[in-house]
């Protein structure tokens, strides 16, 4: 005789109806059939009859005057069951039940009230008597609404709180910054959102109006004190900032005083159509870095750059790269023809092209793999394509690297500069645009000199092609802009890897200072000097307020959710070679211009005379293929005499 018989049942029912095996199996269901839905329609419909007609039998008032009860009961069950079909009441999901849900109920139990009414009317005046009493079929159709909404109000309730993932996981309580419809939408969107990552407690009014009033059955919270104050009072852990009436300032406050406590902060962009809820919550997000810069963003007008680009050939070198390929993703906004993406990094390229092919564009794309060095090859690709437009974003940029080898730092960012330059003008490009970078000015290590010089090519070479009248000659503008936030191997990204693995971050100096922007800032920079362009420029970025880098390390810290110096620590390593305190945006002995854009200056700079710095150009890149680095920056300081090197082994020279 099997004994375990008993005890294996037992545990079978156990394992079956556990708490949380029966929310697994719940959850696990499939969403129920529509048939079922209107069944226990049906059931509510006849429990509401009953009901009804007891309550009136109970006071000698009869609900039916009709001696046909059951064609009656029959009748109000069918004609229900039609403005059901109707207004289609079954087609919702009960889980998922809103205010339109019954707004489709009170208007199908509605109109069976005006149907039956018109029924009995003319009952009425063929028999001169009423089949049923019209107060008693009011009250029913009450009871009807009443039952079929409150089931389903039931099961949704029963869902949210049991059965879905809120009931397993630890939610952040939260409360959301606003308290308009995009508040409201927000507020809705992660409510339904699954799984579930926020528990939304209230909302915060700014104005103070709205005391003891509820919006979305949640409190609305009167900021009386600081933010972080109110959020301590009602237990929550993060803010969700939704009102977009906040000014940069108001939002910086708030930003600053939440991770003084470390209180986590979301952002989420404005609401500008009714999207659905899914993609609303998928836009909360942890506000990033991005998000602190203390400027407001600079949003550029992309008529004229849609007149330079559209329908034509551009190429772009460095395409691979951070800021190359930011600048294919938004030349592709603007429908070329052709687009010649080059550089000589494979994979890069390769993921690039990628990305491009799943945009689905018009633009035929062709990907290159070729370095600007080679100035064959470039040639083949000017001859086969006779690109209007350059884009050249290629170049060496990690300033120790390129102490350590300025040999490259010649080739790559003068002689490939020079390649492309001199190419241009002989297969009659329409214009040139180079992107460059602030550490050309007052250089103070080999990648910021070479880049000046770079510029300083460009520019003669332009200047040369205006004095001899040259006919559609090539039209040569430069960007200078600081550091871009997100950039390879800028900050950003290298700070967010130390974090990540858990400290300690590392500083050059505790008094280090940046000017930085955005990614698709800088390109759109790019893009609109290429337009705005006339020849010989160099254009500079009104960039706001320097950055101290140890303040931007301490915020991402916090934004990471640790407190700086103490779970993730902060280690000054001190300065690299040929690496600034401060960077800067013009020479000495520059001035700037003003354009049409207010935060897009021209600087004045000196201009060589193109036959010297020709063959200065040349003399260095032949110095630089015999890699003698002492060489090679003692060239470099004869063409940039403001070149002056720090905290590099280069400093000897300029004794």
């Known amino acids: 005789m099997n004994t375990d018989k008993p005890n294996n049942i037992t545990s079978l029912l156990y394992n079956t109806f556990s708490p949380r095996n029966l929310r697994a199996n719940i959850n696990n269901l499939s969403y129920l059939p529509r048939w079922i839905i209107v069944g226990i329609d049906v059931m509510v419909l006849v429990f509401s009859f009953c009901l009804t007609y007891l309550l009136f039998e109970g006071t000698a008032i009869g609900y039916l005057i009709t001696s046909h009860n059951f064609y009656f009961v029959a009748g109000l069950i069918i004609v229900n069951i039609f403005f059901f079909w109707l207004f ?68 949704k309730q029963t869902f949210e709180m049991y059965f879905s993932e809120k009931a397993t996981t630890k939610l952040v309580r939260t409360v959301i910054y606003g308290t308009d419809a995009n508040a409201i939408s927000v507020a809705n969107a992660l409510k339904f959102e699954t ?92 506000i990033q870095i991005e998000d602190l810069l203390e400027r407001k963003p600079i949003v550029l007008d992309s008529r004229s750059i849609s007149k330079q680009l559209k329908d034509k050939t551009i190429l772009i070198t460095g395409a691979a790269g951070s800021i190359g390929s930011e600048i294919v993703r938004q030349v592709l906004n603007f429908n070329p023809k052709n687009l010649i993406v080059l550089d000589h990094a494979e994979t890069p390229l390769h993921n690039l092209c990628l990305e491009t092919q799943a945009m689905n564009v018009g633009t035929n794309i062709v990907a290159v793999i070729a370095d600007v060095r080679s100035k064959k090859a470039l040639e083949k690709v000017f001859k086969n394509y006779n690109p209007h437009v350059v884009f050249h974003a290629a170049a060496y940029k990690h300033v120790p690297l390129m102490e350590e080898n300025p040999s490259q730092a010649i080739q790559t960012n003068i002689k490939g500069t020079k390649n492309l ?149 902060i280690k000054i390593v001190g300065l690299r070679p040929g690496e600034k305190l401060y960077e800067e945006l013009l020479n000495d002995t520059s001035k700037t211009l003003p354009t049409y854009h207010n935060k897009i200056m021209i600087a004045q700079e000196i201009q060589d005379e193109y036959e010297t710095l020709h063959n200065d150009v040349d003399e260095l890149i032949g110095i630089a293929d015999f890699y003698e680095n002492d060489d090679i920056v003692a060239k470099m300081k004869k063409i940039v005499p403001e070149f002056k090197s720090m905290n590099s082994a280069f400093e000897v020279l300029d004794k």
């Open 88 to 155: 289609r009441t079954y087609s919702g999901i009960i889980r998922h039940s809103s205010y339109i849900d019954a707004i489709k109920l009170l208007f199908s139990q509605m109109s069976v009230l005006v149907f039956f009414l018109f029924i009995n009317l003319v009952f009425e005046l063929y028999t001169g008597h009423k089949a049923f009493l019209n107060t008693a079929l009011f009250i029913n159709l009450v009871l009807s609404f009443c039952g079929l909404f409150l089931y389903r109000v039931v099961v």
């Open 195 to 286: 799984p579930s990552r926020f528990k939304i407690v209230g909302f915060v009014d700014k104005n103070n109006q709205n005391a003891s009033k509820r919006m979305l059955d949640l409190p609305i919270l009167i900021l009386r004190k600081k933010l972080p104050a109110l959020m301590r009072s009602v237990a929550a852990e993060g803010v969700i900032i939704a009102d977009k009436s906040l000014t940069k300032d108001e939002q910086l406050i708030i930003v600053d005083q939440c991770l003084e406590f470390n209180y986590r902060v979301y952002t989420v962009p404005l609401i500008s159509d009714w999207e659905n809820q899914k993609e609303i919550s998928q836009k909360v997000k942890n």
């Open 421 to 569: 330059a001199d190419l241009a003008c002989k297969y009659h490009v329409k214009k040139f645009v180079m992107v460059s970078t602030d550490k050309a000015v007052n250089p103070s290590n080999v990648m910021g000199a070479s880049k000046r010089i770079a510029e300083k090519y460009v520019q003669s070479l332009f200047l040369k092609n205006q004095r001899e009248n040259v006919e559609g000659g090539t039209k040569f503008i430069t960007t200078r802009f600081g550091n871009v936030l997100g950039s390879n191997g800028s900050v950003v990204p290298l700070f967010t890897k130390q974090i990540a693995d858990g400290g300690p971050v590392t500083i050059t100096h505790q008094d280090i200072i940046r000017y930085f922007m955005t990614i698709p800032e800088a390109c759109q920079l790019v893009l609109e000097a290429g337009a705005m362009g006339n020849g010989g420029e160099i254009y500079i970025f009104d960039m706001g307020k320097p950055v101290r880098i140890i303040d931007l390390a301490r915020k991402m810290i916090k934004l990471a959710g640790f407190i700086p110096d103490k779970e993730i620590k």
